[in-house]
């Protein structure tokens, strides 16, 4: 189970080295442009804007374990959950750092170059593990409604936990006593610490970064947090831009006049008006949540193209210019039904980038929508959430269906967190902090860096904030305190 040596036996630095321009060939590169309808579904932001470039077929040496399908024993049978191991670091009796895959197929976590630092800091064994209904781990033939009620967080904790289990007893020699340390990033950063909560007795820590552990179906504050990570002029830019493009919409040629300002891939009507002023809002923000040196988009791009004072665009014009650069395409998709379609969808080949899957963990457990009233944000108040509860529905043709948040905060904890040796790490600049957990309580330890989203899991810069830097020191302190080392 040494499958790293392989390819990587060369040289610790080369390692990593080699590792970063992997997911640089692949396209995992936070900074990858490609933006689909699923980006504006997403912690989505995150992974959907890049995985369409992601191969789906990969090089990386990947084995299987044989799961079990249903964890609360009511449907019989195994399938085949992808695993990757690399040991290029690993010395008997060092640790095993187990990264819980999230919304989305295994080859994207990769990009997580920390982890590999980590590895080779601590002799430890790395393996990635990829959540059930996501990449090729799927138990089911395909995505039809009545196949999607064995997708659940507590179905993919106990997978984990299954796997650990099996891992330690096949692959390690008991009288070792192995420690493992459990990590992830955004859903599967929340689902580190929820592991930790469950199932203390089978690792010593974890590392949470990002994890919006607390669910919310209205979820105003993922739009209004744009405002405070472009800053006030900025912001107010934007809004300007906003109430020209509504002062437009009154006119009679003011939705042709938009059509051609944004280039939409289809003319801009009443149907389709929701959707187009959702895209806008839901894009900026998703800027702020990948805020990230060295690029920070959020100022270079959205704050340079607005507050440009030499530009003759009027404040819609350059909206959208500033939008323009995160659509990927060469226009702007609008249709709402269109993307209703796309998520109804249920082939495996279809849905191997998660957004049908990550659609239904949202309308079952989390909600995480992103709505907007009068004075939330600079965009547009009427953007409710019901019409975006509504999308449950029609995708998965469950009449009423709406997030049990509630339920599922009373399950885990919400921001409560009720274990020990957990570390989170928040940015300030990411709206999934406002989710998160940003104080200490008791044992669980959290710090906030002034970035996006996951930052401290990605690979250094020489535009990396004196307070990130302190947090990847403070992690590596606490990981040690949980190794006992």
């Known amino acids: 189970e040494t499958f790293g040596r392989c390819w990587l036996k060369s040289g610790e630095m080369l390692a990593i080295l080699l590792f970063a321009a992997f997911a640089a060939c692949y396209g995992y590169h936070q900074d990858a442009p490609l933006r689909t309808v699923f980006s504006n579904d997403g912690i989505d932001m995150h992974m959907r804007h890049r995985v369409r470039e992601a191969v789906t077929t990969s090089d990386i040496p990947t084995k299987n374990y044989m799961q079990t399908v249903d964890h609360t024993g009511h449907v019989a049978g195994r399938f085949a959950q992808r695993y990757y191991v690399n040991a290029t670091f690993y010395k008997p009796g060092g640790p095993v750092f187990v990264y819980l895959g999230g919304e989305g197929p295994m080859e994207l976590f990769l990009e997580e170059v920390q982890m590999f630092r980590w590895a080779k800091e601590f002799n430890a064994m790395y393996i990635l593990l990829e959540h059930r209904y996501y990449g090729k781990s799927n138990p089911v033939p395909d995505f039809s409604t009545k196949n999607m009620f064995l997708l659940s967080s507590q179905q993919a904790l106990a997978d984990a936990a299954e796997f650990m289990q099996w891992y330690n007893a096949t692959f390690l020699a008991p009288k070792l006593k192995t420690q493992f340390m459990i990590y992830g990033c955004s859903y599967s950063g929340a689902l580190s610490g929820w592991f930790r909560l469950l199932y203390p007795e089978l690792v010593v820590g974890s590392f949470a970064p990002s994890g919006p552990v607390h669910a919310q179906t209205n979820f105003t504050g993922y739009l209004h947090q744009f405002g405070t990570t472009a800053g006030t002029a900025c912001s107010e830019a934007v809004a300007a831009g906003v109430q020209q493009i509504s002062s437009i919409l009154m006119n009679p040629t003011g939705m042709a006049q938009l059509s051609k300002t944004f280039n939409t891939c289809t003319p801009l009507t009443k149907e389709n008006l929701y959707y187009f002023k959702w895209t806008i809002g839901v894009t900026f923000a998703g800027e702020a949540q990948e805020d990230l040196p060295p690029t920070w988009p959020v100022k270079n791009i959205i704050c340079a193209t607005v507050l440009n004072a030499s530009s003759p665009a009027t404040p819609a014009e350059k909206v959208a210019a500033a939008l323009r650069p995160f659509l990927g395409g060469s226009c702007m998709a609008i249709d709402e039904m269109a993307y209703i379609q796309s998520m109804k969808n249920n082939s495996l080949q279809a849905n191997y980038d998660g957004g049908r899957a990550w659609f239904w963990q949202k309308c079952r457990e989390f909600g995480y929508f992103k709505p907007a009233y009068p004075g939330t944000s600079p965009f547009w108040g009427d953007l409710h959430v019901e019409h975006m509860v509504n999308w449950c529905s029609q995708v998965f043709n469950i009449d009423g ?31 999934w902090h406002l989710l998160g957990i940003d104080m200490d309580e008791g044992d669980v330890k959290s710090y906030l860096y002034k970035a996006g989203h996951c930052a401290p899991l ?6 990396d904030p004196p307070s990130l830097k302190f947090v990847r020191t403070k992690i590596t302190g606490l990981i040690k305190k949980y190794l006992g080392v």
């Open 458 to 463: 990605h690979h250094h810069t020489m535009d």
């Open 401 to 431: 269906m709406e997030p049990d948040a509630d339920g599922t905060n009373r399950y885990y904890g919400g921001k409560h967190l009720n274990a020990t040796k957990v570390a989170i790490t928040q940015g300030s600049l990411d709206p």
